[in-house]
């Protein structure tokens, strides 16, 4: 630990020394002594710090920080902030006014501890809790940008979003959830098995063009600061700047994903039901698209292995003889032959020279000779013993008389090898040589693809693009998993000096983070295949000091309005400080003895008389309210807003699962936003304006904006206008005319804001819908309704 120290605080001074003048150099960040920072340090069991009177064990922590200042907690909530907090947080929908006033009603001691384990109980709660950790998880349905019209679409990413809604619903123990989510090909027992899923945490990244460096980085970056709280990625290139990570801890992690990769046809999850009628009609199409690329792809290899393609090739070698690499790619193009197989040819050739006796020794000789006609003339007098039979008989015949009668021997030969080499019994002669795996065009489908030219690559993507899209639109595509295989070549991995896959350094062995090591110093290995369960191990073990935290952390934030420690996802000296450090890890400590349920945490949180307080008395002392003097008031995110719209107009569809509906294809989905389709490379205005998380990046926490796009929104937008017309429409067929504006607005009221209106209200409303009420009146006060502050703040 302590060279590690060393390179990091060394490296931290010459970063230091870099810095633009003018840019700001944080204060509070603790270079003393790096092993001593606090997350560092192994998660304390701090007793509740209980005073004169009983307190729940969260608010005794709060209580003692609040004391020490003179200060004190806001009243409590009146009862109807509290259930439209509650299922905000727990559902991210509202409560129907029939709710609020059943629990309003309910003067038993436990209604509010009953309402919050029937919440914990819907399934909604993991619709909800589940988009909490697609964030993490940079979720989305596409790829990010590829070049040359490749495949965009994660025609399966739809089922790592239901598996994690469908675990956050059964309460899966944290630290199993992680362990899926690294290696559930190592912890299942069926090729078929739904936690496969779970690998889509790693695999429904970005691609970044297929450069497979920058996906294992981003893969490094999701697990460390996603489950961690530690900005390993920042060591990509050097020691890390600030934390106590060398560059061979990131080169540790990398050597462990690089091992691994998805297979190129992913496992089933379950079983399909071959004999429906959705699941013929898309197996018989999906039979028709896989053909077209088959025979796109067989075409150019039977020319490629056709006398014809095989005299392109020797004859472009012999005209290129002399070129450099450049300017042969410049003629093979010229002559729309592949560049790649023209190479592949090319290197061939050039090998044979090493070995004393060749099939192609007639030919490499006359690539040697300064005068090549000359020596097809000396053949003449003399030929060489060692040429291969074929070669001499034609050219005894008088059949060879210049270099591409050479050339056209040599094609003739070897097409009529390859076509005989699967039929015959027995391998001989130059049936042997096209049999070879390094002959140029002894290739099945799937190897000749990787020869293609731009024009014949676009064009295989495009008709793959297009599979893809059956596979991710069609209603009887059976659902895969995105998983990984391990690669059976074990190695481990070489630095990249200075972050060039170029320039290898030493080999590093596989294991886990130096500055997380347990206290006795040992530091293991990993052995187990690439290493993915070894890691998610040494990620939950109990000595790992981050993992629970962090979790906790986040759990707090979603439910409080800010973390416990405002940097979520940079737990290390850059990051910011808890303001409850004791409650922090009293919090993490029970998490884990609590068996790592979610819900239980949840649960232990929603009862606390801190978050049950007030939001509305913020003390002018606390102005940022990091004592917790005050609740933290909430607005409504992008999908608590799409859902808590169509919820109230009736028209939320409850379906669960399955692979999202096409962008902008008609009629509109009315599932919940969790179940739309994310485009990582075109993200919708929709989900910008209201700060949806970024796709294409782990993302810590969402931003919190005020734009005027939202207010453009709300005013203009088809879907507002649209859920305003069908309540008003719902109005008008509960009241039929003559339709009484009494009663239409507390319809609306009740429908929208879960209340009767207030008398105040009640009167302005009744004048602005007389004296005639009408469609476009009701349509008006739907919309007020539907973007006033109450419908968009939570308390």
Not at 58 to 72: C, E
Not at 398 to 422: F, P, R, W
Not at 481 to 493: F, G, K, Y
Not at 585 to 596: E, V
Request: proline share 7%; glycine share 6%.
């Amino acid at each position: 630990m302590d060279c590690v120290v060393r390179k990091s605080k060394l490296s931290g001074v010459i970063a230091l020394l870099l810095l633009p003048l003018g840019m700001p150099v944080f204060s509070d960040v603790d270079t003393a002594d790096e092993s001593l920072h606090w997350s560092f340090q192994p998660i304390g069991q701090p007793e509740p710090q209980v005073g004169s009177q009983k307190l729940h064990p969260i608010d005794s922590f709060i209580q003692a920080r609040l004391d020490a200042k003179k200060l004190n907690h806001s009243p409590p909530a009146n009862r109807k902030t509290l259930i439209r907090r509650l299922y905000h947080d727990l559902l991210g929908l509202k409560p129907t006014f029939n709710q609020v006033n059943n629990f309003l009603n309910d003067k038993r001691p436990e209604a509010y501890s009953y309402l919050v384990d029937e919440l914990l109980a819907s399934t909604h709660f993991g619709e909800r809790w589940g988009r909490h950790w697609l964030d993490v998880a940079r979720y989305a349905d596409t790829k990010g940008y590829l070049p040359g019209k490749k495949n965009r679409l994660h025609p399966f990413a739809y089922t790592y979003r239901d598996w994690v809604i469908r675990v956050m619903n059964q309460d899966m123990p944290y630290d199993q959830f992680i362990r899926n989510q690294l290696a559930a090909d190592f912890l299942v027992d069926k090729s078929n098995h739904p936690d496969l899923a779970a690998l889509g945490f790693l695999t429904v990244g970005p691609r970044f063009l297929d450069r497979r460096q920058l996906i294992i980085d981003d893969r490094i970056d999701v697990v460390t600061r996603g489950l961690m709280g530690f900005t390993v990625a920042c060591a990509r290139c050097h020691d890390h700047f600030h934390d106590p990570i060398p560059q061979e801890d990131y080169y540790s992690l990398y050597g462990i994903f690089n091992l691994s990769s998805q297979p190129e046809v992913l496992p089933l999850i379950g079983q399909p039901d071959i004999n429906s009628t959705e699941y013929l009609e898309f197996s018989e199409k999906l039979t028709r698209l896989e053909s077209v690329v088959e025979e796109h792809v067989q075409k150019k290899l039977i020319y490629a292995q056709s006398e014809d393609g095989i005299l392109a090739y020797l004859q472009v070698f012999w005209d290129g003889l002399r070129l450099s690499q450049n300017d042969f790619e410049v003629m093979v193009a010229k002559r729309k032959l592949f560049p790649k197989l023209a190479h592949r040819w090319r290197n061939y050739i050039e090998g044979k020279k090493k070995l004393e006796k060749s099939f192609l020794s007639p030919l490499l000789l006359l690539t040697s000779s300064k005068d090549p006609a000359k020596l097809l003339n000396d053949w003449n007098k003399k030929l060489n013993p060692s040429f291969p039979s074929f070669f001499t008989m034609s050219f005894k015949k008088g059949n060879i008389k210049t270099v591409e009668g050479v050339l056209h021997l040599y094609a003739n030969v070897m097409s009529q090898a390859i076509q005989q080499k699967d039929n015959s019994k027995t391998k001989k002669g130059i049936i042997v040589a096209v049999s070879a795996r390094e002959f140029p065009v002894n290739l099945n489908t799937k190897e000749f693809r990787k020869y293609f030219d731009t024009k014949a690559g676009d064009k295989n993507n495009q008709l793959r693009a297009e599979v893809a899209k059956h596979e991710a639109e069609h209603p009887g595509s059976p659902p895969r998993a995105m998983s990984l295989v391990d690669s059976p070549n074990i190695r481990d991995p070489q630095i990249f000096l200075r972050g060039d896959f170029g320039n290898r350094g030493e080999r590093v062995p596989r294991r886990f983070l130096v500055a997380l090591t347990p206290s006795d110093g040992t530091r293991k290995n990993y052995s187990q295949g690439s290493g993915r369960l070894e890691l998610a191990e040494s990620i939950v073990s109990p000595d790992n000091p981050l993992t629970a935290r962090v979790m906790v952390n986040r759990v707090w934030r979603h439910l409080v309005g800010r973390g416990l420690a405002r940097t979520p996802s940079d737990f290390g000296l850059m990051g910011e400080k808890p303001t409850h450090p004791l409650l922090l890890d009293y919090l993490a400590n029970s998490f884990m003895k609590n068996g790592w349920s979610l819900k239980n945490l949840i649960r232990q949180i929603v009862h606390s008389r801190t978050y049950r307080q007030s939001s509305h008395n913020l003390n002018p002392a606390d102005p940022e309210n990091r004592l917790l003097t005050s609740m933290n008031p909430k607005r409504l995110g992008y999908e608590a807003m799409h859902d808590g719209m169509l919820q109230v107009s009736g028209e939320l569809d409850p379906r669960m699962g399955g692979a999202p509906k096409p962008p902008g294809k008609k009629p509109l989905s009315t599932r919940r936003a969790v179940y739309g389709f994310i485009d990582r490379q075109n993200i919708a205005p929709i989900l910008n304006t209201f700060d949806f998380a970024n796709p294409n990046i782990h993302s810590p926490q969402r931003l919190e904006t005020t734009v005027p796009q939202q207010a453009l929104f709300a005013l203009n937008d088809p879907f507002v206008l649209a859920r305003a017309n069908r309540l008003a429409e719902s109005a008008g067929k509960q009241y039929p005319a003559p339709v009484q504006a009494e009663k239409v607005a507390q319809f609306l009221y009740r429908k929208i804001l879960s209340r009767n209106p207030q008398p105040e209200e009640l009167e302005t409303v009744v004048s602005f819908l007389t004296p005639q009420v009408t469609v476009p009146k009701m349509e008006d006060l739907a919309q007020t309704l539907l973007v006033s502050n109450e419908f968009f703040f939570v308390d």
